[in-house]
């Protein structure tokens, strides 16, 4: 690897971010190439639960003071746990998904996924260019260039990194189509109300199930910090999804965020428990989005003829639902991964992609698998590897 070209990172996500953190402290070069314009942190949306194999790869990858800022800045919800209620009666019942949720510390550690971000760019937004929208790539005598829908190249890379999430184009590209990503019909919502909203709840982390719809089952998680519901300048969010066909956006369009997302919501839940109620009543409507669940292949991740110059990290490589809260803390494993691989390869890029790709696909796959298996008991989708439709 010629010291002065860089490695080229598609999206400036999860994965690509906390890659580039491992590559910033290492002094190895790195160019990010992101669709959207900008940061949006206010529509981040969603809280993601980390494991303690996420924190673990999460602080592998940081250096010391960026990761006391990420941990301080987590939320730690402890001895309550993880409740699950009847949505409608607010009785608390057996979980009926099995879920373990071990963190660090005998405490469940999370954090907004804008923060997550946010913290995870931290010195290296002067490598990211924004509006570049990947197409792909095209391989040169010594390295490699994405390629962009506006016709234009990156300047020329010593690999390539696809971390663009689900609809991920060198995904595509690099695996000749095996990498798959599976629409399961199944929807759902996410919304943020003020703190005084989840005071009902209490501290913890919450999973409220609705089985009295005629078209099946809705759930809802969120968790709620301690101390904090009293502090009027924060909101928490929660997550609501439905078996396929109970939640649907107009026109089945997913980009629509805002008032036709919050009024499904608030519909749903009209009959549910007053202590579950303001979570839907008073959220901030404007921060309320569908989202479609999405799996890979639940067989796992497929092989592909190995490219020393061009792999996978994050959703783009095993995208998976909401079930088992995995998807982030695999695709930071990812990134931990490889920026160690990349690190110790002291600049010889040869045999990083086929061991990260050997050790990424046992424990991508398990994970998949995972989290498809719950969804299947949880959710009600069925993908058929052969018929079903892909996003
Ligand atoms: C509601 C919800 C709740 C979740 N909760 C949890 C949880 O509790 N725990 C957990 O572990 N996981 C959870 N997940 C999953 C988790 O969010 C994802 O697995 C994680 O964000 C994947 O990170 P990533 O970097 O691979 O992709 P993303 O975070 O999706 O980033 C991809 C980036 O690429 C950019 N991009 C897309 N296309 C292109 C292109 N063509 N060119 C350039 N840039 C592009 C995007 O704009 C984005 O910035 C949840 C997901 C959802 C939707």
Redesign the pocket.
Known sequence: MSASKPILI???????LLLAQSLRVAKIPFKI????TSFAFRAQ???????SE?LDAIESALDPQTWQLFWDTCGKTGGSGFSAFDAVTGEQTEHVVPEKLDSRGGQIV?IA?GDMRRIFAQGCEEHIEWA????GYELTDDGVRATF?DGTKSVEGSMLIG???????VAKQLSGGKLKVYDTGAR?I?GQAPAAAFKGLGEGVFRLRDDTGPDGGVFVMTNVRPHDENDTSLQFGW?MGGVPGVIRAPNDDYTIVGEQAADIAKSISKNWDPRFKPLFDNMITAEAAF?KITCSTPSGVPKWPNEPRVTL????VH??T?AG???????VRDSALLGRLLREAGGNIHGVTTAYEQEMRVYGSKAVHESYSTAVGAFGIKIDEESSPVV
Not at 33 to 36: K, L, P
Not at 313 to 316: F, H, R, T, V
Not at 325 to 331: D, E, H, K, M, V
């Open positions: 598609s999206g400036a996500g999860l994965a690509s190439f992101e669709r959207d949306g969603y809280r993601l639960r980390l494991s996420g999370g996924r570049k929208h990947v197409t829908a971390g663009e999430g689900i609809y991920s184009k759902g996410h997550t989202w990290i994050g959703d783009a995208s998976m909401p809260g995995l998807g982030a803390n695999t695709a």
